[in-house]
T-cell receptor, first 116, second 108 residues
Framework: DTAVSQTPKYLVTQMGNDKSIKCEQN?????MYWYKQDSKKFLKIMFS???????INETVPNRFSPKSPDKAHLNLHINSLELGDSAVYFC???????????????FGPGTRLTVL | GQNIDQPTEMTATEGAIVQINCTYQ??????LFWYQQHAGEAPTFLSY????GLEEKGRFSSFLSRSKGYSYLLLKELQMKDSASYLC?????????FGSGTKLNVKP
């Protein structure tokens, strides 16, 4: 049983296109996140949602628009893709907001986006 | 700003002990996490510290000193499968700030 799943795993597309990445978690968690991991392996928070509400929007260009139709899903839509968007995008979830024992994040397998 | 530093790469021998350090300078602190990430895979949770001291979990232990802004992950009885990147992350005001990770190479 996959705890956090993402689709697609690989995404190759042309500059200027619009694409979406989907994320689902079956852990019953309240909080979900999107991270971007660049070629230097920095994992940087982009967005977090708690109970479908946006909590963090970490100075991400407005070409990136997250959508949370329900607590179990957090999708990422990207408009007008640019070369610099090439990276691995990870979805994650945690029981709720806040740190604490038992509130670690569970990550999805990642989506490797390549913009040509 | 938030600054989290880790060595870029380390090499150790199978069966040995290795210590991976993490220093942080953040505007606040609500806990520190360590994650393991194998190449091409997702990070997976290893340990959590919020109070000073050592947390032990099988072959892995993690230490925290809040006054020094310092943590380390200790891996004992190294196995080949421990070859991976180890990410230190500080939790502060609803955000996780990750270091760039330490790539550990375990050699026979």
């Amino acid at each position: 049983d996959t705890a956090v799943s993402q689709t697609p795993k690989y995404l190759v597309t042309q500059m200027g296109n619009d694409k979406s990445i989907k994320c689902e978690q079956n852990l019953g968690h309240d909080t979900m996140y999107w991270y971007k991991q660049d070629s230097k392996k920095f994992l940087k928070i982009m967005f977090s949602y708690n109970n479908k509400e946006l909590i963090i929007n970490e100075t991400v260009p407005n070409r990136f628009s997250p959508k949370s139709p329900d607590k179990a899903h957090l999708n990422l839509h990207i408009n007008s893709l640019e070369l610099g968007d090439s990276a691995v995008y990870f979805c994650a979830s945690s029981q709720d907001l806040g740190a604490g024992r038992g509130n670690e994040q569970f990550f999805g397998p990642g989506t490797r986006l390549t913009v040509l | 700003g938030q600054n989290i530093d880790q060595p870029t790469e380390m090499t150790a021998t199978e069966g040995a002990i290795v210590q991976i350090n993490c220093t942080y300078q953040t505007s606040g602190f609500n806990g520190l996490f360590w994650y393991q990430q194998h190449a091409g895979e997702a990070p997976t949770f290893l340990s959590y510290n919020v109070l000073d001291g050592l947390e032990e979990k099988g072959r892995f232990s993690s230490f925290l000193s809040r006054s020094k802004g310092y943590s380390y992950l200790l891996l004992k009885e190294l196995q080949m499968k421990d070859s991976a990147s180890y990410l230190c992350a500080v939790y502060n005001f609803n955000k996780f700030y990750f270091g760039s990770g330490t790539k550990l190479n375990v050699k026979p």
